[in-house]
């Protein structure tokens, strides 16, 4: 394995700046619209198809489920480990990065609900030592959660030489055992991104973890067993979870990071200490898990309607192709608007998408990330993968995928969220 260092016009400056700034932008999303109902289930053949498209333009592995009102489909395309071909599966458990932030919302929605947090209270009023002086009277819990405290990304600082442009800190961590209040003094240490509540957010990983000091606080217990007991049993999911130990609980598939090219060939992340990320990252999960989630929260089995309603109130957020809510966003296709979130770890990256009645659904998860290359100047380069997954998508979501040239830009980039954040500015 080639791990290389970044040349003059590919500076560790232009890295960072291309993991944080957007270069991914989506293209501005159309006018929510109603989803409409097909009269037929999902073309299982086309997506079959679609998914083989995905494995053939490069990426390892695919495995994704597809709802559309009770029929459903599974399917994988690709090899879960390169060295010996073992082909993905459908039902492989994975770790789903950011998608956690709905998880650790919905609970601290439940507090709401109850009475002991407030959506715009000061975070001061519960974690004075943790937020102090001015910055904790200003700083609400609605702008943890929707992304406007302005607080920075805690993953640089953690990860320190990915601000040289050099990648041994991932493996220094590899089973490194952080705190999550020495994560958030890292992230409060930083400069802030800007004022309080100034819109466009801009998206912090270290807000999510804060929220698990608050619900710590509110609950008396550790937010992690708080979660897994109020949220994910609640649910019904049987294959989701935060692991105890740096596996994969389950089968998996191996997670290759590429890092745009700078480490050769890929390297396998797969086994890792998730303390660098909890509340804000850590969870693991199964495709039909997310569908299950996300159709539970969205036809107002997890939470009140007056709850839900809060956290569907969205501001947009740097880095976000869609309108961000309380660790939810929605996402504008032609057929219609869906919520969701997508989530990225150091090799895995996954996405989830739910019609607002909860009928149509795609959730689908990847075993290579940062599969892109980058110019000269540093900005992304959309990759061959990034154009057959969102066709795969919209075969999914919308029945078919718009004709378009080779040079046309996808209309979303999928799995964007993380990969644009994962170390400072």
Not at 188 to 207: C, F, K, M, Q, V
Not at 391 to 420: H, M, N, W
Request: glycine share 10%; aromatic share 8%; net charge positive.
């Amino acid at each position: 394995m080639t791990i290389r260092t970044l040349g003059k016009n590919a500076s560790a400056a232009a890295l960072t700046a291309a993991l944080t700034a957007g270069m991914l932008a989506a293209a501005t999303p159309a006018q929510a619209a109603p989803t409409p109902a097909r009269e037929t289930g999902p073309d299982r053949q086309a997506l079959r198809r679609s998914l083989d498209a995905v494995h053939q333009a490069g990426m390892y592995g695919i495995y994704s489920a597809v709802r559309d009102g009770e029929r459903d489909w599974r399917g994988a395309a690709g090899v879960a480990d390169v060295a010996t071909n073992r082909p993905v599966r459908p039902d492989m458990v994975h770790r789903v990065g950011s998608i956690t932030k709905t998880f650790t919302a919905v609970a601290l929605l439940q507090q709401v609900a109850r009475g002991t947090v407030e959506l715009d209270a000061p975070i001061a009023r519960y974690l004075p030592d943790v937020v102090p002086g001015e910055r904790g009277q200003k700083i609400t819990v609605r702008m943890l959660l929707n992304h406007t405290s302005h607080i920075a990304d805690h993953v640089g600082p953690a990860f320190p030489s990915l601000l040289q442009g050099t990648f041994e800190s991932l493996d220094d961590n590899r089973f490194r055992a952080f705190s999550r209040r020495e994560l958030v003094d890292l992230g409060l240490a930083a400069t802030p991104t800007g004022e309080p509540g100034a819109t466009p957010g801009i998206y912090s990983n270290t807000n999510y973890l804060i929220a698990g000091l608050l619900l710590e606080k509110v609950t008396g217990e550790n937010a992690e067993r708080y979660i897994t007991r109020n949220v994910i049993r609640k649910a019904g999911l049987r294959h989701t979870s935060f692991p105890r130990t740096p596996v994969i609980p389950g089968p998996h598939s191996k997670a290759y990071e590429s890092m745009f090219g700078f480490i050769d060939p890929p390297k396998d992340y797969s086994v890792y200490n998730m303390s660098w990320i909890t509340t804000a990252g850590a969870v693991v999960s199964t495709m039909d898990d997310l569908n299950q989630f996300y159709r539970k929260l969205l036809r107002g089995e997890l939470l009140r309607p007056a709850e839900l309603a809060e956290m569907q109130k969205t501001v947009p957020v740097a880095g976000v192709s869609g309108a961000y809510g309380l660790g939810i966003y929605a996402t504008d296709l032609p057929c219609g608007r869906f919520w969701g979130h997508s989530g990225g770890v150091f090799g895995m990256a996954t996405d989830s998408y739910t019609s607002p009645d909860g009928a149509r659904q795609l959730s689908m998860g990847v075993n290579r990330t940062k599969y892109q290359s980058l110019d000269e100047n540093g900005n992304i380069v959309i990759s061959p993968i990034d154009y057959a997954t969102v066709d795969y998508l919209l075969l999914g979501l919308c029945g078919q995928s718009p004709a378009r040239t080779k040079a046309a830009q996808p209309e979303i980039v999928p799995f964007a969220v993380d990969r644009l954040l994962s170390v400072k500015r």
